[in-house]
């Protein structure tokens, strides 16, 4: 057995420990699929202990060390896939991963039989081209092309070179890995093309572990006296566990970020980015000599709904009226959700008083329609008041309260005539019971 690889054992496995850890904190279907292409490294490198072995076990030893390093490249790459969820999508994943494995099989256990390598290289190009080919009217996409080709290259190469007497099955099975690895850092530049040391390092640890395969056999055929150790040939397999862990803690503080300055409920931005945003508008209109308008949503029954649908009604109920209040106003205004059932607009230039109105009595008008929730029926109705910059107040302090006691001002007065309007109702329900009582007596 060769004990020499226990430390390439143990430092997958330390990484991919580390990978879960970090995973953890950021679960995501890609996440997972990375696990398992991991864990498939770390089978490549514990049966190479024993593919030294004499008879089956050798063997079998070798043939799932390969199988697994393969399979591993193809799970990477279908995790960078974004449309992997489709059907052609996983046809593409299986018909790979059957040509894959099967080509290795007859290359390990019965590369005397051309013809069987011959079919199964014609089959790398053909079956991912059949595939693409049928779901083309469904879904294209430049990826999808670029394995195609890549696959097709990989079937030529094959069919020219696999049949080579001595380094024939050699160059045939660097081939296959430089493919498959070389369409994960693909998929990966088109996945993680931005300007972060996580992306950097995957992007350019995937194009070095393709490219072993490559100068490996040119070093070892023309500079037989260069020695170097397996090690050198395995950094790029911790460059992209290093990667892939620098991306995932990246992603985790993005996220952070986002729900720093943003309602998780609603996703509209929190109080914290709406002040930041309404600073900054008024600072534009008056360098600008422009009008800016604060509006102030308040919802009317929304503790009715909690009390009587739940809370998880209410949340429902919540995000959906942001969802309203952002698909009424323009992409350049602002809607945050600025407390429990309080929401605020900045509605920047051109905005005019009559603007600002127009937009209040449209927000009342939608709120004021029942809104349809699972099973549930609710209405909540809302209060907007609004405050005009600068001809209502010159600071954002100042805008808001103005916009503040606009609203409760409306409250007030919606309260009062709904109140009014109630009494009326209920004097004239009396007035019938007692006009009905008279004349039943005068009978």
């Not at 490996?216 to 990667?243: M, Q």
């Amino acid at each position: 057995m060769d004990w020499s690889r226990l430390p390439d054992v143990g430092a997958v496995g330390l990484l991919t420990c580390a990978f879960v850890s970090v995973a953890k904190r950021a679960q995501s279907s890609e996440s997972s699929v990375w696990l398992i292409g991991w864990l498939m490294i770390v089978l490549h490198f514990f049966a190479q202990i024993f593919q030294n072995l004499n008879g089956p076990v050798g063997n079998g030893a070798a043939f799932a060390s390969v199988c697994a390093l393969a399979w591993g490249g193809l799970l990477f790459t279908w995790a960078a896939v974004p449309y992997r969820n489709r059907s052609s999508s996983r046809w593409m994943l299986g018909v790979m991963a059957g040509n894959y494995t099967l080509y290795l099989a007859v290359l390990y256990f019965a590369s005397s039989a051309t013809w069987a390598l011959t079919l199964v290289a014609v089959l790398f190009g053909a079956l991912p081209l059949a595939i693409a080919l049928i779901s083309m009217r469904n879904s294209s996409f430049s990826q999808r092309w670029l394995i195609v080709l890549l696959n097709c290259a990989l079937s030529a190469f094959l069919l020219v070179f696999q049949n080579r007497p001595g380094n024939g099955p050699s160059l045939a099975l660097n081939a296959v890995f430089c493919a498959v690895y070389l369409g994960a850092c693909i998929h990966f530049c088109h996945a993680y093309w931005r300007a972060t040391t996580g992306a950097f390092i995957s992007i350019s640890g995937f194009f070095a572990w393709s490219m072993v395969f490559v100068v490996g056999p040119l070093t070892l055929a023309y500079l037989p006296n260069l020695k170097l150790e397996s090690e050198v040939w395995n950094l790029p397999k911790y460059l992209v566990a290093v990667g892939m862990i620098l991306l995932l803690l990246e992603d985790q503080i993005e996220h952070n970020k986002y729900l720093a300055l943003h309602d998780e409920l609603t996703g509209l931005p929190n109080r914290r980015l709406f002040q930041d945003r309404l600073t900054s508008a008024l600072e534009r209109a008056r360098r600008l000599g422009t009008q800016a308008a604060l509006l102030l949503v308040d919802l009317d029954h929304f503790k009715d709904v909690n009390d009587t649908f739940g809370h998880h009604t209410g949340d429902l109920v919540l995000a959906r009226v942001g969802a309203v209040l952002n698909g009424r106003v323009r992409r350049s205004d602002t809607v945050a959700r600025t407390g429990g059932d309080e929401f605020s607009i900045v509605l920047e230039e051109p905005t005019t008083r009559e603007d600002a109105e127009r937009v209040c009595n449209s927000l009342m008008q939608l709120l004021a329609s029942p809104i349809n929730i699972e099973e549930h029926t609710v209405s909540v109705g809302a209060s907007v008041g609004f405050a005009i910059f600068p001809d209502d107040a010159a600071t954002s302090e100042s805008l808001c309260i103005a916009a503040d006691l606009r609203m409760y001002s409306e409250k007030y007065v919606s309260r009062n005539i709904a109140e009014s309007s109630a009494q009326t109702a209920e004097n004239c329900g009396d007035r019938n019971e007692n006009g009905r009582t008279t004349l039943a007596a005068s009978k």
